[in-house]
């Protein structure tokens, strides 16, 4: 009954919106960080220890929030 109906289909088709409208922010927040990694993997022989070090704190830090966000979103 609720799928057949227009409220049901309407209630649905919102929901799938939000879905794919959070699907699209985690991948995209996935993908700054991804990128991040790439970066500072790249520049591994170019920065100090110390540089390095805290660049890789700070990209934990990013994926902490991430993985705060995605359990937010469930």
Do not use: C, H, M, P
């Amino acid at each position: 009954i609720y799928f057949n109906s227009n409220a049901g289909k309407i209630v649905n088709k919102k929901i799938e919106s939000e879905t794919q409208k959070i699907k699209n922010e985690l991948s995209d927040y996935k993908k700054k960080i991804q990128d991040e990694n790439d970066k500072l993997v790249n520049q591994k022989n170019i920065l100090s220890q110390e540089e390095l070090q805290k660049k890789s704190i700070e990209l934990k830090k990013q994926i902490r929030e991430y993985d705060e966000i995605i359990s937010k979103k469930k």
